[in-house]
């Protein structure tokens, strides 16, 4: 009798023990289809990892700050113990507080070789480019101007103050008010070497501003103005122009037609820290590639069939 007590009671042992792990495997079974598949979790990219933790600081080119915001937000997302901060002030900007170690990123529409001369040539020597992108640059006006497109000459004379009112090029008798970039801005060097050939020098009565986003809503509320922005920037506020007859597309950057373009740079001073470079990386992911560059208006680097080098020379690819 007691025998049968015995056996009855490390049979009841043994079922409650089974139904223990039946329990906590269909605990874990539930946990699985909340958060995903374990293929899932285990085909997670790199950038994922919550391991990473500490700050990035970067400023510099307001043309490319708002893909650098995005993509930032989304690289915190799956990494919570990163922060980072996205600041502007223009492409010198960047490039000098990076060569300072002020930032942990100098963005620049221009190469720091050709923006940091003379006193700060050794200090872009030690700086480690990283080309995440291609910008456009258009000439945009006020849509009241009444022109579609401009010749390299027509711009030539309208920034350097020959032209003054759009009737001289075919558009509204209107007095024509310029909303030029800081010396320090990659987007001047950019349209002024690529577009006008040549440095311009401040008008009296043109209007400065420091940021791409203060430029467009500038444009956009002065009659009779102009001035140039990334292609990321255009919307229905302000009209782009054609450049001797050739479109401000995306296409026509790619193939080499339009010749108004940057690379856009996010540099280092040296190789960067596991966190930067983690979130540099991200940037060249298929993810970020072909989504936020596409997306917001830039071009990626790999779809480019001409290259340009430091000193403004293009060769097909």
Known sequence: MQFRKSWIMALALTSVVALAACGNNGGNN??????GSNAA??????????????????????????LVEQVAEKFMET???VDIQVQGGGSGTGL??????QVDIGNSDVFAEEKLKDADAEKAKALVDHQVAVVGIAAVTHPDAGVDGLTKQQLVDIFTGKVTNWKEVGGADQKIQIINRPGSSGTRATFEG??????????????QEDSSGTVKKMIGETPGAIGYLGLSYLDDSVKSLSYEGVEPSVDNVIAGKYPVWAYEHMYTNGEPNEITKAFLDYFLTDDVQTGDVVELGYIPASKMQVS???????TTK
Do not use: W
């Not at 539930?30 to 958060?35: F, H, K, L, S, Y």
């Not at 690529?194 to 209007?207: E, Y």
């Not at 340009?308 to 293009?314: F, I, L, Q, S």
């Open 308 to 314: 340009r080098d430091v000193e403004g020379n293009v």
């Open 79 to 81: 990494n919570g113990g």
């Open 30 to 35: 539930a946990t699985t289809n909340n958060g």
């Open 194 to 207: 690529f577009a006008l050939g040549m440095k311009t020098d401040d008008l009296q009565g043109s209007i």
């Open 41 to 66: 979790a285990t085909n997670a990219p790199a950038e994922a990892s919550s391991d990473l933790s500490g700050s990035i600081l970067a400023s510099g080119s307001t043309a490319l700050q708002p």
């Open 96 to 101: 000098t507080q990076v060569a300072e170690k």
